[in-house]
């Protein structure tokens, strides 16, 4: 049968052994590449339905998928004003005021990317801004999407005139927190919404990503990728996980339980998504002794060993978890949880740690001998610390545990499977951005500073490979994906040139000539 697709002059990349393969072209049928060969043998398999496309000797790769973003929420939190670059409060002002002048009376102001670092020794607090603010309701979310800025009008508007006590801690305060003002905002309607979040995937798709981690199932997301995946328009394959709050009873599990492994063609629930504390940045991480202002001691679930019961329960119906955990005592609760739903169930479930930004020495090792996979964010580290720890991360932790960050390089070392992602909306999607984060260290908006942790970077074949190998064993989908062999899917991602021998500071401009999912491009640029 002829083949839908068929890619010639290629140079095939791959990932697990880092060398480009003999054959110089593929042909791909029902999602899958179903031959590998030369020009003359798979340019045989087309007929005049078929796509035919010479690339020229760019460089082809296994689909790039990102280990860990929020699309729906990404989208309805990257709308509004872009703070995201702003390095001081100057910065900041000078970009509100441009929005300011620009709204209708009575309209809201919606920042986001907000850098807690800009207010340098000040509080982190609206007081910052009033100048500017004054009289305008405005919410500027933090970059860590679990704080939120509202201005004196903003809280008026909420009937907030005092403080609030809330029944959760570490970010669901700030959530619920959050919320009271965020309904006196006008809301987007469903159509809307809907429309952001298929334009910020087709964004995703042009940045050569072809599938995602999503860490989230809240509101209209699966009904989202649903009504998208039945029109032909999800450009992305996604793998969700539905949160476990705590307070999640018995019922509540066995339906997280009874949700795995439904969905679309292109998208599936898969594995639940728990945290064990919040932010280091806000003072809600779950550190093993407090930070400098003596905050982050606890941790989000009230009591711990109902996290470690759930985790239990859910290993041994076979789900895989994903928690997020960002100060060393929440990894290494973790780590124990896991260990002891292994000790009664050995089946061959792979959990997963997300964010692990700071941890000693003694838990390095427990990754591997427990098979959880370290699924990390490094570009948090480029653009939201610095080299001379003078960053608000880095001070609230003090010198010892701020030099233990974000340590790629030594869980690699230490036999654990590392999983690359952006946490998009918290930082950039672009994957050649993230691996390249994982290479050079450096802030991306000015590479000319010195890295946080040279030490700790990544090789440039284990940064490809964190967003290809490593994102499909951590799916359970090794057996057909992130390699390219026929049967395998037909998921690529196609560069102007070898991502290996590019400088890791050359990486983002690296042009992204062709995304294909299923069998079928869903980014294609003029060049090709």
Not at 198 to 211: P, Q, Y
Not at 445 to 466: I, K, N, S, V
Request: with cysteine; proline share 7%; hydrophobic share 40%.
């Amino acid at each position: 049968m002829p083949a839908p697709l068929v890619l010639l002059s290629a140079r095939l990349l791959d990932p697990a052994t880092g060398t480009f393969l003999p054959e110089t072209a593929l042909a791909a049928a029902d999602g899958k590449i179903t031959a590998l060969g030369d020009d003359r043998e798979i340019r045989a398999l087309a007929d005049a339905a078929t796509t035919v496309i010479d690339l020229k000797g760019a460089v082809v790769t296994p689909g790039l998928t990102d280990g860990h973003l929020h699309p729906v929420s990404g989208a309805e939190l990257t709308h509004g004003l872009d703070l995201s670059g702003c390095t001081d409060l100057d910065g900041v002002r000078a970009a509100l005021a441009g929005e300011v002048a620009a709204l209708t009376p009575g309209a809201w102001l919606h920042g986001w990317g907000l850098d807690p670092n800009v207010f340098g020794d000040r509080p982190v607090e609206a007081a910052a801004l009033a100048p500017v603010l004054d009289g305008v309701p405005a919410l500027l979310q933090l970059f860590d999407a679990h704080s939120m800025l509202a201005s004196p009008r903003a809280l008026e508007l909420a009937g907030v005139d005092g403080p609030r006590a809330f029944d959760q801690a570490a970010e669901v305060v700030c959530d619920a927190a959050c919320e009271l003002v965020e309904r006196a905002a006008p809301q987007p309607t469903r159509e809307e919404r809907r429309a952001r979040l298929a334009a910020a995937l087709r964004a995703m798709a042009a940045a050569g990503l072809t599938g995602g981690h999503a860490m989230d199932a809240n509101g209209d997301s699966l009904a989202f990728y649903e009504e998208l995946d039945a029109a032909g328009d999800l450009p992305l394959r996604l793998r969700v996980a539905p949160w476990c709050q705590p307070g999640t009873d018995a019922d509540g599990v066995r339906a997280l339980i009874a949700r795995q492994g439904t969905g679309g063609r292109l998208w599936r629930t898969a594995g639940v998504k728990l945290f064990m504390d919040g932010t280091i940045d806000n003072g809600t991480a779950w550190l093993e002794r407090p930070d400098c202002h003596g905050e982050s001691t606890h941790a989000f679930w009230p009591d711990p060993a109902v996290y470690t019961r759930i985790v239990g329960q859910l290993h041994a119906a076979g789900v895989p978890t994903a928690t997020h955990a960002i100060g060393d005592a929440a990894v290494r609760h973790v780590l124990d949880a896991v260990e002891q739903a292994r000790r009664a169930d050995r089946n061959g479930v792979r959990h997963r740690i997300e964010h692990i930004e700071t941890v000693p020495d003694d838990t390095l090792r427990r990754f591997a001998e427990l098979g959880v996979l370290a699924s990390m964010q490094p570009t948090h580290c480029c653009d939201f610390t610095r080299a001379d720890h003078t960053d608000n991360w880095s001070r609230r932790l003090g010198e010892e545990r701020a030099a233990r960050a974000w340590r790629c390089r030594d869980l690699t070392d230490a036999g654990a499977t590392v999983v690359l992602g952006s946490d998009w909306p918290i930082a950039p999607y672009p994957p050649l951005g993230v691996m390249a984060g994982a290479r050079h260290r450096r802030p991306t908006r000015d590479l000319d500073q010195p890295p946080h942790g040279p030490e700790q970077a990544l090789t440039a074949l284990e940064a490809l490979r964190g967003m290809t190998v490593h994102a499909a064993h951590a799916a359970g989908e090794e057996d057909r994906a992130g390699r390219l062999a026929p049967g395998y899917r037909a998921d690529l991602t196609v560069l102007a040139d070898d991502p290996l021998t590019t400088a890791a500071t050359d990486l983002p401009d690296l042009p992204v000539l062709l995304t294909v999912l299923d069998g079928r491009p869903t980014h294609r640029d003029p060049r090709v």
